[in-house]
């Protein structure tokens, strides 16, 4: 251990949700000024006392843990097309690669072919409920029968619900700290037909610990997010990192039970004007065992669910009233008149080329 730098923590606040929205003006204003400090540093915070509430998120961890369980035929019924116009379904560990800053056809391919495979299988699934008017580009959620998995499709209503109550109540608040007057504004750009956002459920693989320190493989690259805002659940398992900017480094999210994490995601940075941070975070060893010595220890598995607000997909991504100065940030590069389905189909694309098989048994 002599000259090993430990890296501590990083430091993100918790925010009690009841506070910002029961609380007494006073304490909503400190509580609302603390929001948009820990978003303009490190893009994130701890949300504690959400209305999703603990026994709900117990409950889509225990039928996370039950559809990753399945043998992998019984997963490939609803297998995931990697066409970015259709993003749906399941994809196997190693078939996947997250980057950040990439486009050139020829250095993605590069990566997908040679990079370390990303030991995550994920599971996308959207609105559940059917588009409420005739709608060309509506995206049905892959789900398996009823008599293979029975009770999956019941239960990603009531999830889907509890989200997006909790989305657009945050998106409020938003408005409130960028002094809107239409305090629905961000609310309002989510289709009322059809909501745009969807639920990652992740699976982080039990893998050797060499494997990760070796390069060989990663539980997940470097990445921002795609849309406005990323509700973040995590297991206790730990390994979630948050890039420091000003120290160089990215710094161990610790799990705290209870909370949710809100995280900044692409949208959100530019819509802001750069005001607000995209964090930059990655999935790797758990903190309390990057400095001991594993040798040839196994990473146990690790799951996570993020929910991915995501306005309707012909809003064009531009600052909003009153973000006319330019901010800090500027994680990715804007063109003036792209659109959020453009900018989401885009990043997918990326992400969702097919690998080739023969590293995925890597």
Partial sequence: ????????????????????????????????????????????????????????????????????????????????????????GWAAAGTTVSSQGVWDQEDIERIHKTGPVERRENFETGDPYPSKVP????????????????????????????????????????????????????????????????????????????????????????????????????????GLEVEDEEAGIFRPVLPRPGTVIIQIADMLERQSNGRWKSALHRVTTPHHLKHSDVGDGVLVERYSIGFFIQPDFDLVIKPLPGCEAKGRWSSLEWEDEITAGEWLTRRVALEYQHKESSKSAA
């Fill in 1 to 88: 251990m002599v000259g090993i730098e430990i890296v501590e923590p990083a430091e993100i606040p918790v925010i009690d949700f009841q506070t910002l929205s029961v609380g007494t003006l006073q304490e909503r204003k400190a509580a609302l000024k603390q929001l948009d400090d820990a978003f303009q540093s490190a893009g994130l915070i701890h949300l504690s006392n959400h209305i999703i509430g603990q026994d709900l998120v117990e409950e889509a961890f225990a039928w996370s843990k039950r559809f990753f369980d399945l043998p992998d035929d019984v997963k490939g019924l609803v297998r995931h097309p990697h066409d970015a116009s259709d993003h749906r």
């Fill in 135 to 238: 709608n060309p580009n509506f995206i049905p959620n892959r789900i398996l029968p009823e008599e293979i998995f029975p009770g999956f499709e019941a239960f990603t209503k009531r999830w889907w619900d509890a989200c997006v109550e909790q989305e657009l109540q945050l998106l409020r608040y938003l408005c409130e700290i960028l002094d809107i007057p239409d305090k629905d504004l961000l609310g309002k750009q989510q289709n009322p037909h059809f909501n745009r956002s969807a639920t990652g459920w992740n699976h982080y693989l039990s893998v050797p610990a060499r494997s990760l320190t070796s390069g060989q493989s990663t539980r997940l690259n470097a990445h921002t997010d795609y849309g406005q805002l990323t509700l973040l659940f995590q297991d206790t398992t730990g």
